[in-house]
């Protein structure tokens, strides 16, 4: 209960703080309710048009998932095979470098003359962005592993694959997850982008810009805040796995177990 | 005479230039408790990785029970001032690492941790991770790893040296305890001559430039040692020797 108070209580308040400065300065601005609207008309656009928003938020949601998977799957194993090859680092590290300089709007014109209108270039254009952070982690991790844990895991007399599966595995466990928050966190930003690159169809980017062009500008701010909790949520469930699968980061004891 | 464990004969390893370690001869009993004394740079880490496995010598031999164990890991338990507690598992886990590590924990190895641990007072701890432990608990964790992969010959390098002074005599009290039941073979790497005294049944006085054993003394005080150990006059004796062995330049 305790910490109920920092984690919960603290982060409201300054949310709160964030929501009544918006409100004031449209209120005290003067700001025309077609430039900017109030919180409260921006919020309760998401519901207005729930029917509407719904279905395309969904789409985004399952590119968000699709990519960031497959991004992370991807990001995962390159780093294992960097780590432990030392030529494939060194053939694919400024690639790597190289791969996140590309303009990720610039991605969309050759995926859509590849595989056209579908969902696949939004997911790739996920994908792309998800891989890098992954990456990076996971191979800073395997390369700052304590060399006395090997040191002892050869002393033991170990079997390499053992040590790898009970020391290596683990010990990078908590560099991946900052990697996979990061992530996740970017993740519905390459969908939204690959949406509005890859342009046409039903989706929210294009939703958004339609309500725009409308001058429907609380719908414009609503469809912005459904995209900002589609990424809270990716963030959320990451740090929630994460939280479930290292009890030794907060836990003094294990749960016990049968001989 | 107890029967010959350990033999290291005429072991010469060189860095280089460097001679790390000289024609280094040191035979072990089974059962005995023996410490390598000398500053840094003396060459007893080198001796200790050779015995490990963990380096090759470049001439001489190293035998446990006869057979040849140069440069080859997996036949000595091992144990470094830094405890190498694995943060993700408990207590029971760690001790259980090594039996992990090589070929599989069975529910007999599971058996045999816990009873061992709860011998030598860890009974309460098993599911404890590492980061809720003090310094000397995790290190007596770190001891009955090494102890639990039943290896006969156990190498400890300085695995107290970063305890403070109070903790450091509990452990070495405590580390005796445990070796004199469990019937293990010791090669104890220390600076400290007090401890070096204190535990073993010999020093082993080295030096450096070139690493090499410039003396071997048998303790001649018996056991238990107690806190009067400390400040007999058998043990001063011994102190003063090995003190005029390490510092010549500073004995007159």
Redesign the interface.
């Known amino acids: 209960m305790k910490k109920l108070i920092p984690q919960i209580v603290f982060p409201l308040v300054g949310l709160a703080i964030v929501i009544a400065a918006w409100q004031a300065i449209i209120v005290f601005g003067h700001v025309q309710p077609y430039i900017a609207p109030r919180p409260g008309a921006a919020i309760s656009a998401i519901f207005s048009k729930w029917s509407q928003i719904w279905p395309l938020t969904w789409t985004t949601i399952c590119e968000t998932v699709y990519g960031f998977l497959a991004g992370a799957s991807v990001g995962f194993l390159l780093a294992l095979a960097m780590a432990k090859v030392s030529i494939i680092n060194k053939m694919l590290y400024p690639l790597l470098v190289f791969s996140q300089a590309i303009p990720v709007i610039a991605l969309a014109p050759p995926l859509v003359l590849i595989f056209a209108f579908s969902m696949t270039p939004k997911v790739l254009v996920v994908a792309w962005i998800v891989f890098f952070p992954v990456t990076v982690a996971v191979v800073d991790g395997l390369a700052h592993v304590d060399r006395d844990y090997h040191q002892l895991a050869t002393v033991l007399g170990a079997k390499p694959s053992r040590t790898f599966a009970l020391i290596e595995l683990p010990a990078i466990v908590t560099p991946l997850f900052s990697g996979l928050r990061i992530g996740a966190t970017y993740a519905v930003t390459g969908a939204i982008i690959g949406e509005a690159a890859t342009g046409g169809g039903a989706t929210l980017a294009q939703y958004q810009h339609d309500a725009a062009t409308n001058f429907q500008t609380q719908v414009v701010y609503g469809t912005t805040i459904v995209m900002a909790l589609i990424g809270i949520a990716c963030f959320a469930v990451v740090s929630a796995i994460e939280y479930a699968v290292t009890p030794w980061q907060r836990r003094s004891t294990a749960r016990r177990r049968k001989a | 005479m107890a029967e010959i464990l350990l033999s290291v004969r005429e072991v010469t390893r060189r860095f280089g230039d460097t001679v790390a370690l000289s024609k280094a001869s040191l035979d072990v009993a089974a059962g005995s408790f023996v410490a390598l004394l000398g500053p840094s740079g003396c060459g007893k880490s080198t001796l200790f990785n050779v015995v490990?496995?963990?380096q090759s010598a470049d001439e001489g031999s190293v035998t446990l029970k006869g057979v040849d164990i140069a440069g080859r890991?997996?036949?000595?338990g091992?144990m470094?001032q830094?405890d190498?507690l694995?943060?993700?598992?408990?207590v029971e886990?760690n001790i259980l690492?090594?039996a992990?590590?090589?070929r599989g924990v069975t529910?007999m190895d599971?058996?045999t941790a816990?009873e061992m641990a709860t011998r030598y007072g860890l009974g309460d701890f098993l599911?404890?991770?590492p980061?809720?432990l003090s310094g000397g608990m995790r290190q007596r964790v770190a001891f009955m790893r090494t102890l639990a992969?039943n290896q006969s010959l156990l190498l400890l390098d300085e695995p107290f040296g970063a305890l403070d002074a109070q903790t450091r005599f509990e452990m070495q009290r405590w580390l005796l305890d445990v070796w004199e039941s469990a019937q293990r073979t010791v090669l104890f790497v220390t600076h400290d001559v007090d401890e070096a005294l204190f535990l073993a049944d010999r020093v082993v006085v080295m030096s450096p430039r070139p690493g090499r054993i410039v003396a071997d003394l048998a303790v001649t005080y018996g056991r238990p040692r107690t806190l009067d150990t400390l400040t007999s006059p058998d043990f001063m004796r011994l102190k003063a020797e090995v003190l005029s062995l390490l510092h010549p330049e500073a004995s007159r």
């Open positions: 490990a496995g963990l890991t997996g036949h000595v091992y470094l830094k190498l694995v943060p993700w598992r408990s886990d690492l090594a992990h590590l090589t529910p599971r058996v816990r599911n404890h991770y980061h809720a992969t």
